[in-house]
């Protein structure tokens, strides 16, 4: 049935039936807060690059939380600035390591009401920053494999909800599983960074986490932006190996990633507004030169359009107050 019998603009007419149709909404369910915590009392060091972002030290983490609760956001991604690094990044697996101690910290205010999802990646307790142990130049596969898995162990330990990978090292959820299996940990599960792309968008991050490599770039383990098939190979594995959720990261350019992934594999796919992403909305909103607002729900209904169920993202506390109004 086509013109004039069909007129697709009678269900555009009217508000109400337009929402009736809606075939995607963003809820608070959905979305996962990134935090920097670092160490000291009452620091809070602003991130230019990602205004409204901040590294904070334990104190002002918990009244962040306390704030992002109150709007309804239920899960927080965490990021540590260590007090020190070393050449494998054996600081982050240490009992009282930053991350381990706002963890804890956390889970002893809020208990179980935030649920706490820890990054495990080697890139911000190295001293080149590179998300791994140096061999000839480049990070080595298997070694990293062992530094990742204590990480994840010691996050574990400290009471993580959630573990989550970003080193894109070959074999890791495997090794990740065991570990956890073996520790007593076989209920925590692993949300996998499968699909990450060596991606331009992550430039404010590295301000952010001081995890800027020192030397060279992470092609030689993060995704060629070019390679689609290969994303899908990555998830693929990652499932085999136990992963529970898979993340494609970033989003806005690689929604078509989002998208096949969801519609290839039937498991709960996530996917990680980027820094960059975070802050070019900011900027051209800062200009007026789109609507900030609209934009950043725009952005965030494509992703879940595309077949993401959880989205990480910078604006979690933004969008829970937009959604508040509504
Ligand atoms: C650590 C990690 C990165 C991000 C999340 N985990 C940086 C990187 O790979 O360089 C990027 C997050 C963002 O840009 O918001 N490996």
């Given at each position: 049935m086509s013109f004039p019998v069909t007129r697709l603009r009678r269900l555009r007419k009217n508000p109400i039936l337009r929402n009736m149709i809606s075939e995607t909404s963003i809820s608070v369910d959905d979305l996962i807060m990134p935090l920097f915590v670092c160490p000291g009392t009452n620091v809070n060091n602003p991130i230019l690059s990602m205004p409204g972002n901040s590294q904070l030290s334990i104190d002002l983490l918990l009244d962040e939380c306390a704030k992002i609760l109150a709007v309804g956001v239920k899960s927080v991604l965490l990021f540590g600035i260590p007090e020190?690094?070393?050449?494998?990044?054996?600081?982050?697996?240490?009992?009282?390591?930053?991350?381990?101690?706002?963890?804890?910290?956390?889970?002893?205010?809020?208990?179980?009401?935030?649920?706490?999802?820890?990054?495990?990646?080697?890139?911000?307790?190295?001293?080149?920053g590179h998300c791994g142990t140096i061999v000839d130049g480049d990070v080595d596969n298997d070694l990293t494999l062992v530094t990742l898995a204590n990480q994840s162990l010691s996050l574990a330990?400290?009471?993580?909800?959630?573990?989550?990978?970003?080193?894109?090292?070959?074999?890791?959820?495997k090794k990740i599983r065991e570990i956890l299996d073996e520790n007593g940990f076989s209920q925590t599960p692993i949300m996998a960074y499968s699909a990450k792309y060596a991606s331009g968008f992550y430039g404010p991050f590295r301000d952010a986490a001081d995890s800027a490599p020192k030397f060279g770039d992470r092609r030689s383990y993060q995704m060629n932006p070019a390679n689609s098939d290969e994303a899908m190979r990555e998830i693929a594995l990652d499932i085999e190996e136990g992963a529970d959720i898979v993340m494609v990261k970033p989003t806005m350019s690689y929604l078509d990633i989002v998208y096949r992934a969801k519609q290839?594999?039937?498991?709960?796919?996530?996917?990680?507004?980027?820094?960059?992403?975070f802050s070019m909305i900011k900027a051209a909103g800062a200009n007026d030169w789109i609507d900030e607002e609209r934009i950043m729900m725009e952005v965030i209904l494509s992703i879940k359009r595309a077949g993401a169920d959880i989205i990480i993202t910078y604006f979690a506390k933004e969008i829970a107050e937009v959604l508040n109004r509504k």
């Open positions: 020190s690094k070393d050449e494998d990044g054996h600081v982050a697996c240490e009992h009282n390591g930053i991350v381990q101690k706002a963890i804890r910290a956390i889970k002893e205010r809020f208990g179980n009401d935030l649920l706490i999802v820890a990054d495990v990646c080697n890139c911000e307790y190295t001293t080149h330990q400290a009471g993580a909800d959630v573990i989550a990978p970003s080193d894109m090292m070959d074999g890791r959820i290839t594999f039937n498991i709960p796919v996530a996917a990680y507004s980027v820094s960059g992403e």
